[in-house]
């Protein structure tokens, strides 16, 4: 079995790496946060106190960040990973970042030996545990191919998008959709509520219709409808508004760089721009539905 360090044990990092132990490999895990190393040691992963222990004699690193910015740094620093990890070591960042920031760590990689490969996921919290993620892998085709090996006790989909960087626009195009999506689904149900329409009856309706997607299918804003909505649970997160919100703003970033209008996806971004004033940059990113039925204004 293989080495692997891991760099990011947070909300999809210590899922993924759990999977990885179970699978047989030794996981060596860094975070800055405490109760993420403590929840990943429960899990299996070697704890280590720095970058340099994680990555030192690897087979491959992962990294899972929540920005740009701490990828570049996680790679870039000269307590990093290109400083400290051996060029045979296959690197896979699994964050979701700007477009940028992944040509860049594409290009130092390149130029200081190292196979590197974009590979962001689809899937969330609950697919990080199961092992049911969708990665979209982006890189040169032999790095592709070597890091779906490791990728696998992780996945229930491994797809090449090409080049450096096509993982990247997989996953900014993606989530785009889906929160435009999941903005429509709460205002479809509400309408369909005000309107005298049973809740399970409607969405029985919309899950065989052209209505259909995935929010609704597995985040319906309403609770007692799906069983894996976070609506049922107060809107404890799957996934945050806040990460919501930054996986849009990388999409019109990335737009704006390619000169293409993305009218619903600006305002997708106001409404979850509202929730975070609101307060609600931590709870799920299907509250947006109190935009539509009216409580968030009660509770301001």
């Known amino acids: ?32 946060s405490e109760a993420a190393m403590a929840a990943a040691g429960t899990a299996g992963v070697k704890l280590v106190g720095s970058i340099a222990e994680a990555v030192g004699g690897a087979d491959v690193v992962f990294t899972m960040l929540p920005k740009g910015d701490h990828a570049r740094a996680v790679y870039l620093n000269d307590d990093g990973v290109l400083a400290h990890a051996d060029p045979r070591t296959l690197l896979v ?14 290009g130092a990689a390149a130029a200081a030996g190292f196979r590197f490969v974009d590979a962001p996921v689809s899937g969330g919290m609950s697919g990080a545990r199961a092992g049911t993620l969708t990665f979209m892998v982006g890189g040169e085709s ?11 006790p992780m996945a229930g989909n491994i797809i090449p998008t090409g080049g450096a960087t096509t993982g990247q626009a997989a996953k900014i195009c993606n989530n785009l959709m889906l929160f435009i999506n999941l903005a429509g689904t709460a205002e479809g149900a509400v ?33 007692g409808v799906v069983s894996t909505a976070a609506s049922n649970n107060d809107f404890a997160p799957t996934f945050t508004v806040e990460l919501a919100k930054k996986d849009i703003g990388l999409a019109i970033a990335a737009a704006k760089g390619t000169g293409t209008p993305l009218h619903i996806g600006e305002h997708v971004e106001q409404l979850y721009q509202r929730l975070i004033d609101a307060g609600d940059a931590g709870k799920d990113c299907s509250i947006i539905v109190k935009l539509v039925d009216g409580t968030l204004e009660q509770q301001q």
Do not use: C
């Open 93 to 106: 960042d699994s964050s979701t970042i700007d477009i940028e920031s992944a040509r860049t760590l594409h």
């Open 191 to 223: 309408l369909a509520d005000r309107l005298g329409l049973d809740k399970q009856v409607f969405w029985n309706i919309a899950s065989v219709s052209s209505g259909d997607s995935w929010a609704l299918r597995t985040w319906y804003p309403v609770p």
């Open 142 to 152: 032999h790095a592709v191919e070597d890091a779906g090996v490791f990728i696998k």
């Open 1 to 32: 079995m293989a080495v692997v360090g891991w760099i990011g044990l947070g909300n999809m990092g210590g899922g993924m790496s759990a999977n990885l132990v179970n699978a047989g490999h030794e996981v060596r895990g860094f975070d800055l």
